[in-house]
Structure formats: structure tokens, C-alpha cells
């Protein structure tokens, strides 16, 4: 693989194992709003914002309010499931010290909102690592769109293609591609044989892989 200006993470799935802690909150909260999603609906929705999954738990699109009272109680019962299953992915600080030893710059790009940016960067004690980092609230589209790349980007001041992004999700390595960028796809949230489909540059189980 050629050298990369940036490395753009995608946070949930790859900085952090959220998402079965993802999966069990939508299937309450949709729940409460008479639809349980199923896993696969939850997983091939993974990388969207709020607003995507609230639409299609009503069946309609949703008032701005909707969406604010989504994204707070959703997001919360997330928060409570995850207090206690913090843990950091193999390899992760030593490749990202790695990455920063050698001038490549670091940065993260999520459809995640703001509050659970915060909670992960100040949990696991990684955010000094990114430079810049684009949340739901940064972008108008959320992935499979390429916004939140394109966004990270030029906040770095670098070409997309200069770019790799590690992804998890279909949407988000849709996301990366349609940016210009480069993919290194990690597995967990779908598995390798799923992954390939995609045609991502490479393919990782975990970060022990790139040191």
C-alpha cells in the first residue's frame, strides 16, 4: 500500500467495541416506539445518524424535535450499556503513536453524535491522538454519503486521495470509497468473507496487525 498524508478512523467498531452495545440500544428504544429493529437491520444501518434510523423505525419522516429526543434517549440507554465494557482494541495506542511517530496525521470521522465522541475519546483517554475530528453534527449527509471524509479532509488541509480511512461498516467503506479514499476494513462487525465484498484495500483483524 502506498504511504498516506492522514489515517481517518471511523469511531464505533474500530476505536472502540460499541456495537453490541449499539445493536441492544436501538432494539430497546425502537421498542419503545412499537418497532423492534432486528441485528441486521441495526448492522446494515451502521454509520447513519439518528435521524436515518428514527425514520425507519416510524415509517415517516421525523420532526426536528423527534430526532432531538432520538438521539437523547437512544444514545443514553447506549451510554449506560457501555459504561462498563470500555475497552481499548488490541494494538490501537501502539499503532496510533506509531503512526504519529512517523508524521502521519490522525484524525476521526464518525456518524456518532458529539456526546458519544466525547465519551469514548475521554473514556478510553485517546483524544490528544486526533487532530480533528467530524461528528453527525459537522456534515448534512450521513454515510453511505462520503460528507464526513470529505469534511475530515479539509480539516486537515489534505486531498482526500493522500487519505486511508479504517471502517467496520458497508456504509462507512461506501463512505471512504466514494471519497477517494483508501480502506483498511476491520473485522467484527462484519466478517471477512462480507468485508471482501466491499473491496477495501486490505483487511484486518485487528490494529497488532499494522505495527
Not at 65 to 85: D, F, T
Not at 146 to 152: R, T
Amino acid at each position: 500500500m502506498k504511504r498516506h498524508a492522514a489515517y481517518i478512523f471511523d469511531m464505533d467498531g474500530v476505536l472502540c467495541e460499541t456495537i453490541p452495545a449499539h445493536i441492544e440500544a436501538w432494539k430497546r428504544y425502537s421498542r419503545s416506539r412499537g418497532r423492534e429493529l432486528t441485528e441486521e437491520e441495526i448492522i446494515a444501518w451502521m454509520g447513519a445518524d439518528n435521524r436515518y434510523y428514527l425514520e425507519r423505525i416510524l415509517g415517516r419522516a421525523a420532526t426536528p424535535g423527534e430526532v432531538a429526543e432520538c438521539v437523547s434517549s437512544k444514545e443514553g440507554l447506549y451510554r449506560a450499556i457501555m459504561a462498563q465494557n470500555l475497552r481499548e482494541p488490541k494494538g490501537l495506542r501502539r499503532f496510533l503513536s506509531r503512526a504519529r511517530a512517523d508524521g502521519i496525521r490522525l484524525a476521526v470521522a464518525t456518524g456518532a453524535p458529539p456526546e458519544n465522541v466525547e465519551f469514548i475519546m475521554r473514556g478510553l483517554a485517546i483524544g490528544d491522538f486526533f487532530e480533528s475530528i467530524t461528528d453527525s453534527g459537522k456534515v448534512a449527509h450521513c454515510k453511505p454519503a462520503p460528507d464526513c471524509y470529505l469534511a475530515a479532509a479539509a480539516a486537515l488541509g489534505l486531498a482526500a486521495s493522500s487519505c486511508m480511512v479504517f471502517e467496520d461498516a458497508a456504509g462507512g467503506i461506501k463512505a471512504a470509497q466514494a471519497a477517494g479514499m483508501d480502506v483498511v476494513a476491520v473485522e467484527g462487525t462484519l466478517s471477512r468473507s462480507e468485508l471482501a465484498l466491499l473491496h477495501p484495500q486490505r483487511i484486518i483483524k485487528s490494529f497488532e496487525e499494522m505495527l
